[in-house]
């Protein structure tokens, strides 16, 4: 079972009441009609009183459908159709927001069901309406508006919260032989992994890089775990960059170039010093604590038990450690990051032993196949096919460069 790339959001309907229009129904579905007719925007107009306040981190998007029986009639100099978001029942423009461009112009309105998401940034802000406010909408309005002479009918369904799909990176650090058992056992379930590699440990008793090679070419992400998995902290920076770049060459001259970028420290060390040793070599730098402030801050991808959103406010980050829970508490974990539309790393470092057993990490891979949540290498993550141009959680880190 093929699951990245899937990418369809959950979507959390409301059950607000529009106010306005006419009951109508279109294709089976309850819909309520709005008719303009020669360019009256004052007559078709109609309000929803939405039971949420809009969490704009948790739920980004507002998703609108409607049918539109003749798009080419609605007007567009001041917009065709128009959203507006407010704070009270009055519908005060002064304390409402609307689409910056009209829907018009913003995307070709087709004939027939439309359905268009928009998030906050969307929305020009205007009189009393500051930034902070989009948690009290509790209201919106639409308004439809044909041009001079024509009539257009428009059928809205409903408006939605939308949700964006869970997130799992699954992690492997070191180098341990087993971790060619974790990777059967993910592929088995349809997923992938991003594996740290401690480059100096790889052959003997180790992983070796036959398989390492192998599994890349299936897509599996391999980064670096610095050469000896020396602590960073304990080397003079000549030795701390060497550390650094000899693994790095390591991976570069296995070919393993998709995923030589990301880097994760021996034992989640990060600060300023690390940094700069990693800085010329990768763009990502795995860390061990995404604190909202200070180095931490730079990483978005979590080895500790901590469920937390950073500033940026869309993304809770969960992640924690097989060797402090059991199978049933992260299974719940994974539960519950997929119902908030979050995202969780799970870091492993051997698969088979008495901390984790083969059976124990099948059984989590399963639950994660089977859960509405997208299992995700580094690589798909940071590429940002999941969000998008704009809308990655961490923003926008290839331009960013070293995280
Ligand atoms: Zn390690």
């Known amino acids: 079972m093929q699951r990245v790339q899937s990418r369809t959001a959950a979507v959390t309907p409301t059950s607000g009441t529009w106010t306005g229009g006419t009951a109508s129904t279109m294709d089976g579905i309850t819909t309520r009609l709005i008719t303009s007719t020669n360019e009256s925007a004052t007559n078709a107009t109609m309000a929803l009183t939405v039971p949420w306040n809009w969490n704009?981190?948790?739920?980004?998007?507002?998703?609108?459908?409607?049918?539109?029986?003749?798009?080419?009639?609605?007007?567009?100099?001041?917009?065709?159709?128009?959203l507006y978001?407010?704070?009270?029942?009055?519908?005060?423009?002064?304390?409402?927001?609307?689409?910056?461009?009209?829907?018009?112009?913003?995307?070709p309105i087709k004939t027939g069901w439309?359905?268009?998401?928009?998030?906050?940034?969307?929305?020009?802000?205007?009189?009393?309406?500051?930034?902070?406010?989009?948690?009290?909408?509790?209201?919106?309005?639409?308004?439809v508006r044909s041009k001079l002479g024509t009539t257009v009918n428009v059928h809205f369904a409903n408006v939605s919260t939308v949700l964006p799909r869970g997130i799992v990176l699954l992690v492997h650090d070191d180098a341990d032989a087993s971790m060619a058992t974790a990777w059967e056992i993910e592929r088995a379930n349809g997923l992938k992994s991003s594996n740290f590699i401690t480059t100096h440990w790889v052959g003997a008793d180790k992983i070796s890089w036959n398989a390492i090679e192998r599994y890349y070419r299936m897509g599996f992400d391999m980064g670096s775990h610095t050469d000896h998995h020396t602590l960073l902290s304990t080397q003079t920076a000549t030795d701390k960059a060497l550390s650094v770049?000899?693994?790095?060459?390591?991976?570069?001259?296995?070919?393993?170039?998709?995923?030589?970028?990301?880097?994760?420290?021996?034992?989640?060390?990060?600060?300023?010093?690390?940094?700069?040793?990693?800085?010329?070599?990768?763009?990502?730098?795995?860390?061990?604590?995404?604190?909202?402030?200070?180095?931490?801050?730079?990483?978005?991808?979590?080895d500790q038990y901590v469920a937390q959103s950073k500033a940026w406010g869309r993304v809770g980050y969960v992640s924690y450690s097989v060797t402090d829970a059991t199978l049933e508490d992260v299974k719940g974990y994974v539960t519950a990051m997929a119902a908030k539309g979050q995202l969780m790393c799970i870091l492993t470092h051997i698969v088979g032993d008495t901390n984790l057993s083969t059976d124990t990490y099948n059984e989590l891979c399963a639950h994660i196949a089977a859960s509405d949540v997208d299992c995700l290498t580094f690589s798909e993550y940071f590429d940002g096919i999941t969000y998008g141009s704009n809308n990655s959680p961490i923003g926008n880190p290839l331009v960013k460069g070293v995280r």
């Open 56 to 82: 704009t981190s948790a739920q980004p998007y507002l998703e609108l459908k409607f049918w539109v029986d003749n798009p080419t009639n609605l007007y567009a100099g001041s917009g065709g159709i128009i």
């Open 85 to 107: 978001a407010a704070l009270d029942a009055g519908m005060a423009k002064s304390a409402s927001a609307y689409p910056a461009s009209s829907l018009c112009s913003w995307q």
């Open 114 to 143: 439309n359905t268009i998401r928009l998030d906050r940034r969307e929305f020009s802000l205007v009189g009393g309406f500051v930034d902070g406010d989009w948690s009290a909408v509790t209201h919106l309005r639409v308004n």
């Open 245 to 302: 770049a000899t693994a790095a060459g390591d991976l570069v001259s296995h070919g393993l170039l998709r995923s030589a970028r990301f880097f994760a420290a021996p034992q989640g060390e990060a600060d300023a010093n690390i940094t700069a040793a990693v800085s010329p070599f990768h763009m990502i730098n795995r860390n061990a604590v995404p604190s909202p402030t200070g180095e931490g801050s730079k990483y978005p991808v979590s």
